[in-house]
């Protein structure tokens, strides 16, 4: 089940990983990832706003799909001193958070993956979002790539390499 916690996990392995090659993929960078990992699920809100007598899905229920999300990251980079750096790893997250997702049988029929181009909506029923494997297997993966993350951080520590 793609939940906050499978998003965080696997955008933060996803970044661990990249930072063995690029310098670019340090801890600030990370969170901007993560971050971004979850801006689609930011329409959720409505959840909280359904318990105080407000249906707002129509209006936040574009914040689920590619063209919403981006359009987040693009004002949420808005704040940083480097836009497109900040931009170009909210986008990573969000792409994270995507390609997640379409892993899941959706009740609904699907995403709209590709909207507005086409209206189709997509989905690979690999897994249904009550199936807890997908988070279990990204811990264990997540637990993975710290302990190699550590081990190569050692021998950069005492081997330093530019």
Same mark, same amino acid.
């Given at each position: 089940?793609? %939940?906050?916690?499978?998003?965080?996990?696997?955008?933060?392995?996803?970044?661990?990983?990249?930072?063995?090659?690029?310098?670019?993929?340090?801890?600030?960078?990370?969170?901007?990832?993560?971050?971004?990992?979850?801006?689609? %699920?930011?329409?959720?809100?409505?959840?909280?706003?359904?318990? #105080?007598?407000? %249906?707002?899905?129509?209006? !936040?229920?574009?914040?689920?799909?590619?063209?919403?999300?981006?359009?987040?990251?693009?004002?949420?980079?808005?704040?940083?001193?480097?836009?497109?750096?900040? !931009?170009?790893?909210?986008?990573?997250?969000?792409?994270?958070?995507?390609?997640?997702?379409?892993?899941?049988?959706?009740?609904?029929?699907?995403?709209?993956?590709? !909207?507005?181009?086409?209206?189709?909506?997509?989905?690979?029923?690999?897994?249904?979002?009550?199936?807890?494997?997908?988070?279990?297997?990204?811990?264990?993966?997540?637990?993975?790539?710290?302990?190699?993350?550590?081990?190569?951080?050692?021998?950069?520590?005492? #081997?330093?390499?530019?």
């Amino acid at each position: 089940m793609p %939940d906050w916690v499978t998003h965080i996990v696997v955008a933060w392995t996803l970044c661990r990983i990249l930072s063995f090659k690029f310098k670019e993929f340090n801890a600030a960078n990370t969170l901007i990832v993560i971050t971004g990992a979850l801006i689609p %699920d930011i329409f959720k809100i409505v959840i909280i706003l359904q318990f #105080i007598g407000i %249906d707002a899905t129509d209006y !936040f229920e574009i914040l689920h799909i590619p063209t919403g999300s981006v359009i987040v990251a693009g004002m949420l980079s808005l704040f940083f001193p480097e836009r497109k750096k900040a !931009f170009l790893f909210l986008g990573l997250g969000v792409l994270t958070h995507y390609v997640l997702d379409s892993s899941l049988e959706h009740v609904s029929g699907g995403m709209y993956l590709f !909207f507005p181009l086409n209206w189709l909506q997509w989905q690979l029923e690999l897994t249904t979002s009550s199936d807890y494997m997908i988070t279990l297997i990204a811990l264990l993966i997540a637990g993975m790539v710290y302990i190699i993350g550590r081990e190569v951080d050692r021998r950069r520590a005492i #081997i330093p390499h530019d």
